[in-house]
Structure formats: structure tokens, C-alpha cells
């Protein structure tokens, strides 16, 4: 199992990246319960987790890990569905608690930064080291064993419960094509290496499905 995955696991990697301090522990169960809201089904603790390994497995593609991690917790801290909203008033939240915990400026720059990255991902920049582990990171879940794929993509299906059936397919189908189109998904060389090869088979299975008569 994921060490992240329990809420256990969650506090004790938030403990070891920002102390014991009363503001960090305050923070760290703000950012669990924000995860915990009943309206996710996707963007949940579990993601968290699986982000936050993932940024494991890259970090030392990392310029610097640790703000990655950061930027790990924050990225979906709000989630209400708004692309583009959603990540700009992470960013926020996490220039608002960050110093609080005793973050450097320098640091809380850089994971607003990466935060309001993770809205679009082609935007990254090359050479941009902290941002390709993080985009990688949160792209992981498309490169895992086809059943985890499927559980994610039924997922992200609930979270747009209220969008009609058809309506879902063409948009879903349309984002997968255009991810497919891509040269590379993966960013890193160590990401493309662990997951390239088999997100690529995900999404042409769940592409072939979306699209079948």
C-alpha cells in the first residue's frame, strides 16, 4: 500500500515537510479535511497520496523537492469544479499558510508558482525542473495497471455527474486526444521511463470505449 494513503500516513509526510509547529499541524489538518470534502471523488486523499509518491519517485529530478511536495498538498486544496479558479485559489491558500509555518518567501513564491502550474499543464516551461515533477506527478495515475486506470476514470466520471452522458463523452474523448497527441506525456525522463508506455495504452482503451458505436 501507498505509506501516504491512510490519513496517518498523510499527517506524518505533512509532519516531516513542515514541523510540529501549532501552525503547521494546524495547517496540515486543514489541507486533510479540504481533501476529505464528501463532494470529491477523484481530486481525494487518495490522489493526494498517489501525487505525493509519485513526486517521491521523481525527486531527484527536483530542483527542489520539498517546495515540490508542498506544492503537492496544495495543488487541488480547492476544488469546486472551476479549472483555472480552482488552481489560482490553492495558490492563494497556500500564500496565505505557508508563511505561517515558517516557509521562506522565496519557497512560498515558488509553490504558488508550481500550483497555478498544474491548471495547464503545456505551459510548462523547459528546463523547468520543479514543474515537470510536479505536472508528472499528477499525471501519474494514467500510466498505472489498467483496473487503477479504470477506477480513476470512473472517478472523474462521478465528479461530472451532473454533465449528460453524451456531452461527457465528447469532452472526455476530445481531452484524451489531445493528451495522446502529445510527443511525450511525461516530462522527466525517470516518468516517462516508469509510465509513458502504459498511459499511452490506458487512454487509447478508454478512448476506443468513449468512442465505440
Known amino acids: 500500500m ?5 490519513d496517518g500516513g498523510l ?35 487518495a490522489h493526494l497520496a498517489a501525487v505525493l509518491a509519485a513526486v517521491d519517485d521523481l525527486a531527484g529530478d527536483a530542483a527542489d523537492p520539498d517546495a515540490v511536495r508542498l506544492a503537492a498538498w496544495f495543488h487541488d486544496a480547492v476544488y ?13 491558500l497556500a500564500q496565505s499558510r505557508l508563511p505561517r509555518c515558517g516557509v521562506t518567501p522565496a519557497v512560498v513564491a515558488e509553490v504558488a508558482r508550481l500550483v497555478r502550474l498544474t491548471a495547464a499543464h503545456d505551459t510548462l516551461a523547459d528546463g523547468d525542473a520543479n514543474g515537470a515533477v510536479l505536472c508528472d506527478a499528477d499525471l501519474a495515475v494514467l500510466g498505472g495497471p489498467a483496473d487503477g486506470y479504470a477506477g ?5 466520471r462521478r465528479e461530472y455527474a451532473h454533465v449528460p452522458d453524451d456531452l461527457f463523452r465528447l469532452g472526455r ?5 489531445r493528451l495522446l497527441a502529445t510527443p511525450s506525456l511525461y516530462r522527466t525522463a525517470r516518468g516517462r521511463a516508469l509510465w509513458e508506455e502504459r498511459a499511452r495504452a490506458n487512454m487509447t482503451a478508454e478512448l476506443a470505449s468513449l468512442t465505440a458505436p
Open 152 to 156: 480513476y476514470a470512473a472517478a472523474v
Open 173 to 177: 474523448a476530445d481531452v484524451l486526444r
Open 80 to 92: 469546486d469544479g472551476h479549472p483555472g479558479r480552482d488552481e489560482e485559489r490553492s495558490a492563494q
Open 2 to 6: 501507498n505509506d501516504h494513503l491512510s
Open 11 to 45: 499527517v506524518a509526510a505533512w509532519v516531516r515537510l513542515a514541523g510540529v509547529s501549532a501552525a503547521a499541524l494546524a495547517t496540515g489538518a486543514e489541507l486533510v479535511a479540504r481533501w476529505s470534502e464528501p463532494h470529491r471523488r477523484y481530486h481525494d486523499r
